[in-house]
């Protein structure tokens, strides 16, 4: 899964920030998409990104808590890393 990342993450060898998103219910979102092309038409051509297995997602739940997966969903147009 590709999962966006914040910009200059994984600096000097530190693991990549990945980016969660509160949902209007508050539960947190991680968002996953299935191809890297799915990830820039979904979050912009610019969005940084990391790739994690499916069975590193239980991992990273320990360490960054989420309540649920979306998957391939793009994000509002404010919300896109596109190049200007």
Known sequence: MY?????????????????????LDGRVALLAYTALDRLADCCGSEQPWVLYKTDQLDEL?????????????PLPDELRRDAA
């Open 3 to 23: 999962l966006p990342a914040s910009p200059g993450g994984g600096a000097n060898g530190e693991p990549a920030e990945i980016e969660m998103r509160r949902l």
């Open 61 to 73: 739940n320990r360490v960054s808590p989420y309540d649920v997966i979306v998957i391939d969903q």
